[in-house]
């Protein structure tokens, strides 16, 4: 299968990259990973007339651990965040997360900044962000923005980002000694899209109550959805199995998954419930030490 | 716009499209049919090459991205005539039926192996668990990893 016809545009210096967003970024598709954007292109659902390959820019593939955040640039490949130790202490919803991405070929290419900036409602990363919280940092040449990941996100493959401008960074919150985070995720086989995912993030306060908890789902409704209700029902409270299982009601009810070759909506509805119960859970056990 | 790439040790250049997979550069530029193409929707991973020694998808990449870089399949793996020790374990072992996905199963064998020359039978198959069998000889294909590690490793203490 073949794309249409489009102009190849491999600069080497951001600043050379921004030039061209700033002239004509309506017609470009930024080029990262491909692991999404190039099979999209050969079926013909994306005819962006150029593509900008951002892979030969300089100083976009680090994770750097700074000021309180993990900083993961645009050409981190998901490869990377599976083998990073910094990352493995630093944020356990990302670290459970990363394995689980599509399979392990594509996770050579595919990259962490380019699945958000997809945004497709079947990505996993964009639950895992919407549970910790994290910024997104966008530079054009206008000047640079950082925008908290649940404003970057508007609705399904839509995002702030605007045509000028290019995700440089995500910057993702840091678990502390007293936090925990997880990722269950359900799928047919490697390589597949989640049947339903389930990213937990908690944080807790010195009496040991539930200081800041995150709760998002992937593949369950029209774009990844953060199950506000249930976060706020946990934050403040003492964790425990009871809250955990009202929680896992709340979220079942917010979601709204479609039946289909991957589960009937009921079905689905259950394992959401089934995966914050044991998400939460998880996290609750490594924020109280109880982590290998 | 003019492409060069290494290729199993050779310089190749070819003036190429844009939109030229990097699957179709190889077989049909290049003239390495070794490289198969089978899903075309980084399903599968039979068109699996190694670019500066990772394992990737080369339906799911364009030819201009490989640009100054280098690339090795499956032509590649013999060295000075000799099979390399994967190429010898999937014919002892019996790694292969059709012969479809076999170029693929020994390429990310060979990164599985220079990344981490002592496997165990769980981190074979996390490794090739990008790669479709349509044969399903999944059993003789972790038996000939595992046989091209030990392989390996008395060449090393030898």
Not at chain 2, 28 to 40: E, K, P, R
Not at chain 2, 48 to 57: A, C, E, F, M
Request: charged share 20%; proline share 4%.
């Amino acid at each position: 299968m073949y794309p249409s016809k489009f102009d190849y545009l491999a600069p080497t210096t951001i600043d050379e990259a921004l030039g061209v967003l700033a002239e004509k970024g309506p017609e470009i598709k930024i080029l990262a990973g491909g692991q999404s954007l190039v099979p999209m292109m050969k079926l013909r659902l994306a005819n962006p007339p150029a593509l900008l390959d951002i892979n030969r820019l300089p100083g976009l593939d680090s994770i750097e651990d700074s000021n309180g955040h993990l900083s993961i640039g645009a050409l981190v490949r998901h490869n990377h965040v599976v083998k990073s130790d910094a990352v493995k202490d630093a944020n356990h919803t990302v670290a459970t997360a990363a394995p689980w991405v599509s399979d392990p070929i594509v996770r050579n290419l595919g990259t962490v900044c380019g699945s958000l900036a997809h945004h497709d409602p079947e990505g996993d990363w964009a639950s895992v962000m919407l549970a910790t919280g994290a910024d997104v940092v966008l530079r054009s040449r206008q000047g640079e923005r950082v925008l908290p990941i649940t404003d970057f996100f508007v609705d399904m493959f839509q995002t702030m980002c605007r045509p000028d401008e290019l995700v440089t960074e995500v910057r993702v919150n840091k678990h502390t000694a007293r936090g925990g985070g997880d990722y269950q995720k359900l799928e047919r086989k490697v390589g597949d899209y989640a049947t339903v995912g389930v990213a937990t993030s908690l944080e807790l306060a010195d009496d040991g109550s539930i200081a800041h908890a995150g709760i998002a789902l992937t593949s369950v409704y029209a774009h990844n959805l953060k199950v506000t209700e249930a976060e706020d029902l946990l934050r403040g409270s003492q964790p425990g199995t009871e809250l955990f299982k009202e929680a896992a009601v709340i979220a079942s009810a917010a979601c709204d998954p479609a039946d289909d070759h991957r589960g009937s909506a009921a079905y689905k509805r259950h394992v959401v419930g089934v995966f914050t119960e044991r998400g939460l859970a998880r996290s609750l056990e490594i924020a109280q030490g109880g982590q290998s | 716009m003019n492409v060069t790439v290494n290729i199993n040790g050779a310089e190749r250049t070819a003036d190429v499209e844009p939109r030229l997979l990097l699957t179709d550069f190889i077989r049909g530029t290049l003239g390495l049919t070794g490289t198969h193409m089978g899903c075309d929707t980084t399903s599968c991973g039979v068109c699996t090459v190694l670019l500066d020694g990772v394992p990737v998808k080369s339906c799911t990449v364009f030819a201009v991205q490989a640009n100054g870089r280098s690339i090795t399949t499956v032509e590649g793996l013999k060295q000075n005539g000799q099979l390399s020790p994967i190429q010898q374990a999937f014919h002892q072992e019996h790694g292969l039926q059709c012969g479809f996905c076999t170029p693929a199963m020994m390429l990310v064998g060979t990164a599985l192996l220079e990344e981490n020359p002592n496997p165990s039978e769980d981190e074979i198959r996390w490794a090739i668990s990008g790669n479709l069998c349509r044969c399903t000889g999944y059993m003789n294909i972790v038996k000939s990893i595992q046989a091209a590690a030990a392989m390996k490793s008395e060449e090393v203490s030898a």
